[in-house]
T-cell receptor, first 113, second 114 residues
Framework: DQQVKQNSPSLSVQEGRISILNCDYT??????FLWYKKYPAEGPTFLIS?????DKNEDGRFTVFLNKSAKHLSLHIVPSQPGDSAVYFC????????????FGTGTLLAVQP | NAGVMQNPRHLVRRRGQEARLRCSPM?????VYWYRQLPEEGLKFMVY????????ESGMPKERFSAEFPKEGPSILRIQQVVRGDSAAYFC????????????FGPGTRLTVL
């Protein structure tokens, strides 16, 4: 039962262009969503988050969009840089629960110089 | 300004041995979470602890696995009688409180069972 889904295992983008990573969820009780970036042999690094009361949150080159009716969120990175090459995980937590995060399976982003 | 610390970074055990994984949360954080990442998969929640209390262990296998977060010292994830299927990366995360949703992760312990 995969409650958070990242259907694209990989994405390749040219440096300077926009990277769009997608995430779908099935649990309507999720009220907080996060994106993490992970390099090989390291722990995930928090990037950006969004509460369900918002539909957009921006932090520098990173913007997260939330479409609650479609149960879909996306992470936009613009402009993409080679150092952005990593695995990106979408995660969600549930209202009233114990703050545990439910992760997607990740998308490997490769930014080509 | 140390982040979340985990040790050892790499652990090799033979089938049937015990594995002990340690996690020291960020300074000021009293909430600890353990996650496991199997090869080619995302991170899966295992257990959530506060000092001296297990709050949610819904992701922990019922047998062989246990976790603690004592009043003094690091949080410990203990796996008894390890099997090959326990081979994975185990990540610890911490947060300052339950309300804060952002969790900060350590570098992980990579357990290999021979």
């Amino acid at each position: 039962d995969q409650q958070v889904k990242q259907n694209s295992p990989s994405l390749s983008v040219q440096e300077g262009r926009i990277s769009i990573l997608n995430c779908d969820y099935t649990n309507s009780m999720f009220d907080y969503f996060l994106w993490y970036k992970k390099y090989p042999a390291e722990g995930p690094t928090f990037l950006i988050s969004i509460s369900s009361i918002k539909d957009k949150n921006e932090d520098g080159r990173f913007t997260v969009f939330l479409n609650k009716s479609a149960k879909h969120l996306s992470l936009h990175i613009v402009p993409s840089q080679p150092g952005d090459s990593a695995v990106y995980f979408c995660a969600a937590s549930e209202r009233g629960a114990t703050n545990k995060l439910i992760f997607g399976t990740g998308t490997l982003l490769a930014v080509q110089p | 300004n140390a982040g979340v610390m985990q040790n050892p970074r790499h652990l090799v055990r033979r089938r049937g041995q015990e594995a002990r994984l340690r996690c020291s949360p960020m300074k000021g954080h009293s909430h600890v979470y353990w996650y496991r990442q199997l090869p080619e998969e995302g991170l899966k929640f295992m257990v959530y602890l506060q000092k001296e209390n297990i709050i949610d262990e819904s992701g922990m296998p019922k047998e062989r696995f246990s976790a603690e977060f004592p009043k003094e010292g690091p949080s410990i994830l203990r796996i008894q009688q390890v099997v090959r299927g326990d081979s994975a990366a185990y990540f610890c995360a911490s947060s300052p409180g339950r309300v804060a949703n952002e969790q900060f992760f350590g570098p992980g312990t990579r357990l290999t069972v021979l």
